[in-house]
Nanobody, 123 residues
Framework: QVQLVESGGGLVQPGASLTLSCAAS????????VGWFRQAPGKEREFVAR????????TYSDAVKGRFTITKNNAKNTMYLQMNSLKAEDTAVYYC????????????????WGQGTQVTVSS
């Protein structure tokens, strides 16, 4: 059974940094398509970042490019999202996503989702 468990969310001030983690069981990050999405209150789910096949290059949304970094520790089967220079508009529930096949950046065809972790950026 596949489980994705996010952690690391919290309340921070604008300009601060935060690192989210996604620990997987029953699923091998290094072999598959994995990434992060977020959903703000009253808004649709939004693509944040992803690794493509075999985890080479990463892709980011324009909203986070240059501020967020997605990484993986294959030995720990854990994925991270380092978030710097956080803004109020980054406030959302962040979800880890994983799939054995490629998925769309609107979330279609994602096979597995984590439960989400809340990130709130406010002064």
């Amino acid at each position: 059974q596949v489980q994705l468990v996010e952690s690391g969310g919290g309340l921070v001030q604008p300009g601060a940094s935060l690192t989210l983690s996604c620990a997987a069981s029953g699923f091998i990050f290094s072999w598959n398509f994995v990434g992060w999405f977020r959903q703000a209150p009253g808004k649709e789910r939004e693509f944040v970042a992803r690794f493509n096949y075999s985890g080479g290059d990463a892709t980011y949304s324009d909203a986070v490019k240059g501020r967020f970094t997605i990484t993986k520790n294959n030995a720990k089967n854990t994925m991270y999202l380092q978030m710097n220079s956080l803004k109020a508009e980054d406030t959302a529930v962040y979800y880890c996503a994983a799939s054995p096949r490629n998925y769309y950046n609107d979330g279609r065809d994602v096979r597995y989702w984590g439960q989400g972790t809340q990130v709130t950026v406010s002064s």
